[in-house]
Nanobody
Framework: QVQLVESGGGLVQAGGSLRLSCAAS????????MAWFRQAPGKERDLVAA????????YYANSVKGRFTISRDNAKNTVYLQMNSLKAEDTAVYYC???????????????????WGQGTQVTVSS
């Protein structure tokens, strides 16, 4: 089992920044690709960004490319999502997720992610 705990969400004005953190425990963190998903009210949960087990490759949804950065620190068992130039449409509950995978690139399908955090609310006011 892997336990994931997100933090760093909150209320921010449009154009502002937030950094989300997700602390993992329970298993060897470096065996897992990690991802951030988000779910806005009344919408499906979507992949925002993903990072391979080594941190060597990253994926970003088109909607956040150039504004968000995913990174990880395997020594600290933590994955981050730096969010800059936030927009009202970024408002959602953000979830981190873990996929037991050491392939070169992180897998993108939600069903591949076996472990999920409880979510953290991000609200961007316009």
């Amino acid at each position: 089992q892997v336990q994931l705990v997100e933090s760093g969400g909150g209320l921010v004005q449009a154009g502002g920044s937030l950094r989300l953190s997700c602390a993992a425990s329970g298993r060897t963190f470096s065996n897992y690709a990690m991802a951030w998903f988000r779910q806005a009210p009344g919408k499906e949960r979507d992949l925002v960004a993903a990072i391979s087990w080594s941190g060597g490759t990253q994926y970003y949804a088109n909607s956040v490319k150039g504004r968000f950065t995913i990174s990880r620190d395997n020594a600290k068992n933590t994955v981050y999502l730096q969010m800059n130039s936030l927009k009202a449409e970024d408002t959602a509950v953000y979830y981190c997720a873990a996929d037991y995978s050491r392939v070169v690139t992180a897998r993108l399908a939600e069903r591949k992610y076996d472990y999920w955090g409880q979510g953290t609310q991000v609200t961007v006011s316009s």
